[in-house]
């Protein structure tokens, strides 16, 4: 059997934790900032994990992670 290829756009993008799960950041908080309020921003800085419904998908794009 071939070794299986990574997806760099996914590898880029997604971290696993300690337990196995997938980890990501979270998207509209690059730019047009100034109407979104500082509550807003502010939990937009942190990461979250991916949601139960893709993990097995993504899992798969990250064989070796």
């Not at 509209?28 to 937009?44: D, E, M, P, Q, V």
């Amino acid at each position: 059997m071939p070794k299986i290829k990574t997806h760099k756009g996914i590898a880029k993008r997604v971290k696993k934790t300690s337990k196995g799960k997938l980890k990501r950041s979270k998207a509209f908080h690059s730019h047009i900032l100034t109407k979104k309020t500082g509550k807003r921003k502010r939990n937009l800085r942190k990461s979250t994990l991916i949601d139960k419904t893709y993990e097995k998908r993504y899992k798969k794009l990250l064989p070796y992670k």
